[in-house]
């Protein structure tokens, strides 16, 4: 995955490193499982930069009437997949997008961002999230072999539930914010999960990334939103959580990137 024209790539990045502070580490970045393409300034760019460092991108999308957008600049690519999606936040107001879904989880292998989100107090909309959540993974589970990005917070234990511990395909849970144990449980379960930066550099989050197996780690950006001082992340950046993570685990960063690389593997082969 780290071709030579990536590495001509990232040594051409050494002298922006100033402005991009993954420049000069992009060999590490292997794989953004969940980056939101179309809400950054400039999606083409973003789309540019992944493909040619070779870098598997997971381009999720917040609601269905999105999602063709992000599958038109991501057609014929080789590591930026589109993912479609219906965010837990947005299901009280683009609930009645679940019908164009539906048929957009047959020509996809990738589907998130979908989860729930009990920030939210209200009951209704927690089982409105349910409702529309429980009938994504259901189709996902009959079609067989998804690769779905899951949200999560405050709502883990309904989130493993819903997807159980036999599912045909791939859940990963993004950002997990949960507790240990219902990390443990989501182990169990089957369940990989991605992190980002600002998980790493968080003292709840450090826990929790130890507490992971480490052959169920990927790394991820959810750029734009998480931001690097003044920019958004990009997919490269994740070579700083690769970093972040050969620290967790003792080891070097190559034998770092070489464990997403195995896991990844995990993920992507049916
Ligand atoms: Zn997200």
Same mark, same amino acid.
């Not at 995955?1 to 990232?10: D, P």
């Not at 950054?40 to 930069?49: G, T």
């Not at 998804?146 to 999560?152: A, G, M, N, P, R």
């Given at each position: 995955?780290?071709? @030579? =024209?990536?590495? $001509?790539?990232?040594?051409?990045?050494?002298?922006r490193e100033a402005t991009h502070p993954a420049g000069a580490r992009c060999h590490l970045a292997v794989v953004d499982a969940h980056c939101h393409i179309d809400l950054?300034?400039?999606? @083409? =760019?973003?789309? $540019?930069?992944a493909e040619a460092l070779g870098i598997r991108t997971i381009a999720v999308t917040n609601a269905p009437s999105v999602y063709h957008f992000t599958r038109q600049i991501t057609e014929r690519l080789q590591y930026v997949r589109p993912a479609a999606g219906l965010h837990p936040e947005l299901v009280h107001s683009h609930g009645h997008e679940l019908p164009l879904l539906l048929p957009l989880l047959e020509e996809t292998r990738y589907v998130g961002e979908v989860g729930l989100d009990y920030v939210t107090t209200d009951d209704t909309i927690?089982?409105?999230q349910r409702e529309v959540f429980s009938t994504v993974v259901e189709r996902c589970a009959a079609l067989g072999g998804?690769?779905?990005?899951?949200?999560?917070r405050r709502a883990a234990a309904d989130v493993i539930a819903i997807v159980g511990s036999n599912f045909p395909g791939k859940p990963i849970l993004h950002w997990f914010s949960g507790t240990v144990k219902q990390l443990e449980a989501a182990a169990a379960a089957g369940f990989f999960f991605?992190?980002?930066t600002s998980m790493l550099s968080s003292k709840s989050g450090d826990a929790l990334v130890r507490a992971m197996p480490v052959d169920r780690v990927l790394t991820e950006t959810d750029g734009p939103f998480v931001r690097l001082g003044q920019r958004p992340s990009t997919p490269p950046d994740t070579a700083l959580a690769v970093e972040a993570l050969a620290a967790v685990w003792s080891i070097s960063r190559t034998e770092a990137k070489q464990r997403i690389v195995d896991n990844l593997r995990s993920v992507v082969t049916p």
């Open positions: 995955m780290c071709t @030579a =024209a990536a590495w $001509r790539k990232c040594e051409g990045s050494l002298a950054y300034d400039d999606p @083409a =760019a973003v789309v $540019r930069e927690r089982a409105r998804k690769v779905l990005t899951i949200h999560s991605s992190v980002n």
